[in-house]
């Protein structure tokens, strides 16, 4: 597995990254932990003339809390958000999605940012990042913008960024109120490791015990991360038992673009939806009880 | 002898240090000076005419130094040899070109290959090949290959028939009238992709002036690919040296001789420099042959007491598009004679068609044959207890092979050399607490918990083995092995072995042999293997026969060597050869333990020939050539116990037991570690792997991103244990442990998770047991209602839905 020909280079500023990415043209890609873009590169499903490693430019490392939000600079490694006392506190989602993904050597090359950027519709923190409403921050030639997760991943690979655009960094809303639960459930794929189907869940637990709001976050089902909305609907208010949680949970494949492949057909996809949306719900509730 | 301290023991595997911290020497790992880098064209489709076929752009290339095509090969490279040729069966064996010239038979089909000063520039030149297919109408599944109309491979092989090979024995037409309980059911035996890690490659080096090749390949038997490529490249055999240090691993795929070695042996020869061949995970997943793919129809007759009174078995065989090197003999006798296991049935058919399809050869993968016999059985043992109501234990106990019953002839007619099956199903029953199992296994239905327990009672037939019975099968090789012991000066001896161990330990279980008999130390001992220049012949390893086969060889050439040690130090000591005793490294004199030798002085003395006795020649360097009277028969009995989701259909491995006899062990470790690979392969089938191809023959599970290769995470912990019941038949009693844990094992896992859901009335589930087929299985029962349990409350219940 030998990749086509390729210039590389690896600025050390997000200028010089956006300029790189100016003079290649529509033969550029960006390079971050790799670990997505190197297969394809191997496989020759990507052959870019030029390759522009974001490796060395600092400004796009690192974790801050801003108010009620975690902001993860774009090549920020996983195993940093893992290692983070801020993250494990104020949005364990993170951490319970993030320590899913791959391996260990995965998750200390694979970034946040290559992560959301590429968009893999079996990736796990697509899921985490629909869940709590992440924000994208991108810079490129036309200046800077922001993503709602909702609308940032719209197919297959496929973003909302504008060609040429960098992710700088992506912001997530803290989930350590009282009452509050969190939890990712994962069938893998027993080959790729990937999500056959991943369900990330937020709880927020009323005082009479009972589901005050949901939010819930699918991946690998469809072809992109996808919020189960009228499940998170009909869980409002609702007890929050084995199964006033399974009637909610009945309809929470509805609206999802189902895929099936050689291992798992749409129709068990949607099964998996609803089976793992249940049990994280509980999970999430139970989180929050504590 | 010496009483035994080395053989037996745990010793930890000296090949272990150079593999594990990447000092190994791989068929990558060597580079020769001027070596040129070859990659090779394979057709996108899995079946077309070659319309147009132009490598003028890619000898363009700078960095190129040749692009061949089939045509380039006419007349110079003969046909891939098939080189079973099974008698009396209407064996086809169409020619399998190096590189195919106009017709495509398979995704994967050589179709050109470039020869560059880089593996890049070879890759990079494949894209400028400019090459038009005509597609033709595909068939990938083997009954629907045999049916009237259907695609045609071969215009030498009408109705893409292979081999049609009957096997008969007893009166099963008999057994079947008016029998009083007969159970019926077809299983399918996936297709598996061997996947060994290190993929397949050579580097050949021709020296023109010499005329002479030599072939660094990997390969688990480097004197057949001397023969294969003397027969296949038009080279004299005396003029082809193999070389292979370390192999990692096989499985059966480096048995084969492949078109890629040809086609690296015969760009040697064109560009007069040495080239290397290394294939990437795809084109291994593509090129290099995949396993099993049989379907079985399966009749078994029995009383109402549980005895087994008649088998029949219909069996279609999916070989691929061409017959790989020993491909029709894995589905004929290497499954077919064993297919009665541990029975006693005696009458028996079985009636194989084998057939032609669109997709990648298929051989031998571990087991080769004996895995799907013994699933077949396994499975057949539990649906008729289940017919009868009875516990599965009960059925195999009433129809064991009785343990005072050997030597024993079996209804595949061949000689089940000793064996005490029901006592490691005894061992096994109790290491699994089997009983206390079913009574837990109620409860926790109760408490909504799915649990279940599979058996595997097997016997298998390895050793590989008398030649004679080779000939007679069709084998166009010999099975017996030769062993050479050399004594050096300085004490140190070499051992020479016609195997070639690639995983398998045996350099340092034969070095253990060695030691323990000379009475030196196992680090004194050298084992030399995958060298043909070396070692003057050998028929490699596979079928679980380095030890059995290629270790009695060394044994006897050792014994040689301490009758020959004998007389030198009896001639030093001025005594009779006859009153000497042999003693933990020493002789001394009868009665006189002071007048001594060790077997050291007496190499060195040997070595020099200062002072040899009448007759006897220099140099204390012996050789045995040992050909079995038998092939040998590991048994065993393996438990598993398993716990299905019933929401999600996923099952997890609670505990595997494994209980088996190999005969006499020389290294314990180094048996555990084979049944713990083993285990993991036939988990892997159970529950995991399985090879793909859509209707267009795209195989749709070519990479390690689709096909589920288990790893540590899937596999529990295998509880092993073990009975000793010699080999009769060998001078080690050794029987052979290779292919144990896969034939064991499928079935073992098959069988617990059918036992979870039986109270549903789901009688089978076709491998591998993927979560959705469980879940497809329990979502069909419930809907057509059979559950046999109706007054079972406890059904597997679908929250969710
Ligand atoms: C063995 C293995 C197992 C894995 N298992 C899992 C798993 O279980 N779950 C899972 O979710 N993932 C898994 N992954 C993928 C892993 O999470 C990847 O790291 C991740 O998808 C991409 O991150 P990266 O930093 O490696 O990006 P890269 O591979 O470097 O880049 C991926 C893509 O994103 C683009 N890109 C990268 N950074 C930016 C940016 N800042 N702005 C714009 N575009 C950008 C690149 O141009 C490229 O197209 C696995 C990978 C491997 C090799």
């Known amino acids: 597995m030998y990749p086509s020909n390729f210039a590389y280079a690896a600025p050390t500023s997000l200028a010089d990254v956006l300029a790189q990415m100016q003079a290649a043209g529509d033969d550029g890609k960006l390079l971050a932990g790799g670990q997505s873009l190197i297969p394809m590169l191997k496989l020759r499903l990507a052959e870019p003339k030029t390759v522009i490693d974001l490796g060395k ?67 796990d923190l697509p899921a985490a990042a629909v869940a709590l409403g992440a924000v994208v921050t991108a810079t490129g030639p036309s200046g800077n913008h922001t993503y709602d997760a909702a609308n940032f991943f719209q197919d297959v690979l496929t973003t909302a960024l504008e060609p040429n655009e960098v992710v700088t960094s992506v912001s997530f809303s803290a989930t350590d109120a009282p009452g509050t639960g969190t939890a990712y459930l994962k069938h893998r794929h027993p080959a790729s490791g990937y999500a056959v189907v991943g369900i990330a869940a937020i709880v927020m637990v009323g005082a009479d015990g009972n589901c005050q709001a949901a939010r819930i976050g699918i991946t690998g089902a469809g072809s992109h991360a996808t919020r189960a909305t009228s499940t998170e609907q009909a869980l409002a208010g609702k007890p929050l038992d084995a199964q006033s949680v399974a009637a909610a949970c009945a309809n929470a494949a509805d609206g999802v673009d189902l895929m099936g492949d050689s291992y798992a057909s749409s129709d068990y996809r949607a099964h998996l939806i609803r089976v793992l949306s249940q049990r994280a719900v509980l999970q999430a509730a139970q989180n929050a009880r504590r | 002898m010496a009483v035994s301290r080395l053989f037996g023991a745990t010793v930890k595997r000296r090949e272990d240090p150079r593999l594990i911290t990447g000092k190994g020497t791989y068929t990558d790992d060597f580079k020769l000076p001027g070596m040129l880098h070859m990659a090779i064209l394979r057709s996108p489709y899995a079946h077309a005419r070659i319309t147009h076929l132009d490598t003028s752009k890619a000898k363009q290339v700078p960095g190129v130094h040749a692009v061949l095509t089939g045509q380039d090969l006419e007349g110079k490279v003969n046909g891939i040899p098939t080189a079973w040729l099974i008698p009396a069966s209407d064996l086809k064996t169409p020619t399998y070109k190096a590189l195919a010239t106009d017709h495509v038979r398979f995704t994967g089909d050589g179709v050109a290959a470039v020869v560059a000063e880089t593996p890049a520039i070879a890759h990079d030149a494949l894209d400028l090949i400019d090459i038009n297919y005509e597609p033709l109408p595909v068939v990938t599944e083997t009954e629907k290959a045999l049916a009237p109309g259907a695609p045609q491979l071969h215009d030498d092989a009408p109705n893409n028939q292979a081999f049609h090979w009957t096997f008969s024995n007893g009166d099963p037409d008999g057994a079947f009238n ?20 290190e993929p397949r490659g050579a580097v050949a080096q021709w020296q023109s002036g010499a005329d002479e090749l030599t072939l660094y390949n ?131 058919s079985c009636d194989v068609l084998g057939a032609f399809t669109n997709t990648t050869p298929t051989d031998a993968y571990r087991g080769a044959g004996r895995p799907e016999a013994a ?136 070095a253990q042999l060695v030691g323990d008999m000379l009475g030196i130390p196992a680090e004194d001992v050298d084992v030399v293997h995958g060298d043909t220049a070396a070692i003057p012949m050998g028929w490699g390893t596979y079928g679980s026969r380095s030890t059995a086969v290629g270790g009695t060889a060394i044994y006897k050439a050792t014994q040689k060597v301490i009758e020959k040690a004998k007389k030198v130090a009896a001639h030093l000591l001025e005594a009779s050869p006859d009153d000497m005793v042999f003693d933990s490294g020493t002789f001394h004199v009868q009665g006189s333990p002071d007048k001594k030798k060790t077997i050291q002085e007496v190499a060195l003395m040997a070595n020099l020939a200062w002072n040899m006795p009448e007759g006897v020649e220099p140099g204390l360097e012996e050789s045995s050539f040992h050909d079995p009277t038998n092939f040998t028969y590991p048994f065993g009995a393996h438990i598993c116990t398993v716990e299905v989701d019933p929401d999600t259909g996923e099952v997890k491995i609670l505990r595997y037991v494994a209980v088996d006899d190999v005969g006499v062990v020389i290294n314990p470790m180094i048996v555990d570690g084979q049944v713990h690979g083993g285990v993991a392969q036939g988990i892997g089938q159970a529950l995991y792997e399985h090879a793909i191809y859509d209707e267009a023959g795209q195989l749709i599970t070519g990479s390690m991103m689709d096909y589920a290769v288990p790893n540590a995470t899937h596999i529990p912990t295998i509880e092993t244990a073990r009975t000793e019941t010699p080999c009769p038949h060998n001078l080690t009693g050794v029987k052979g442990v290779g292919e144990t844990g896969t034939i064991a094992s499928s079935q073992a896992v098959v069988n ?46 679908q929250p969710g839905q």
């Open chain 2, 752 to 797: 617990a998770v059918v036992d979870v859901l039986s109270p549903l009335g789901i009688k089978h589930i076709d491998m591998p047991l993927t979560p959705e087929r469980v879940w497809q299985a329990i979502q069909a029962a419930k809907s057509s209602g059979s559950g046999s349990g109706s007054g079972n409350a406890n059904q597997p219940g």
């Open chain 2, 178 to 197: 008016g029998a009083e309980v007969v159970v019926r059911h077809r299983f399918v035996q996936q297709r598996l992709i061997p996947n060994a890690m």
């Open chain 2, 218 to 348: 990997t390969t688990q038997n480097p004197h057949i690919v001397r023969f294969l490529a003397s027969v296949t490249n038009n080279i004299p055999e005396n003029k082809i040296r193999v070389f292979a240090r370390d192999v990692g691993g096989g499985f059966g795929s480096k048995i084969p001789f492949y078109p890629g070695d040809a086609l690296t042996i015969f760009a040697s020869q064109v560009t007069g420099r040495p080239v290397k061949w290394i294939e990437d995970r795809r084109e291994n997943f593509l090129a290099t042959i995949h396993g099993r793919d049989q379907i079985t129809d399966v009749e078994l007759a029995a009383k109402r007491d549980g005895t087994m009174t008649g088998l029949r078995v219909k069996a279609y065989s999916n070989m691929g598009a061409y017959l790989s090197t020993a491909a029709p003999g894995v589905p004929t006798w290497l499954f077919a004679l064993i297919v009665p296991g541990c029975y006693t049935i005696q009458n028996y």
């Open chain 1, 57 to 123: 430019v600092q400004s796009l490392r690192g974790i801050r809390v801003d108010g009620n939000s975690i902001v993860i600079g774009a090549m920020t490694p996983y195993v940093d958000v893992l290692d983070s006392a801020d993250v494990q506190r104020r949005c364990p989602l993170l951490v319970q999605t993030i320590s899913q993904v791959g391996d260990p050597q995965v998750r200390s090359r694979g970034t946040v940012g290559g992560s959301i950027a590429h968009a893999d519709p079996a990736g």
């Open chain 2, 375 to 510: 699933f077949l059985i396994e499975r057949m043992a539990d649906l008729l207890a289940g017919e009868l109501q009875m516990d599965p234990v009960d059925v195999r106990r009433k129809n064991f092979v009785p343990a005072d019953a050997f030597p024993y002839t079996s209804a595949g007619t061949l000689t089940y050399d000793s064996g005490n099956y029901q006592g490691t199903l005894d061992k096994a029953l109790e290491m699994a607490d089997y009983n206390g199992f079913r009574q837990q296994q109620q409860q926790m239905r109760q408490q909504g918990r799915y649990q279940g327990v599979g058996l595997s009672t097997y016997v298998e037939v390895c050793g590989l083995a008398p030649s004679p019975a080779a000939g007679a099968m069709g084998f166009q090789g010999g099975l017996w092995e030769p062993g050479t012991v050399r004594m050096l000066a300085t004490g140190k001896a070499v051992v020479l072995t016609g195997t070639n161990p690639h995983g398998q330990g045996e350099e340092t279980t034969f």
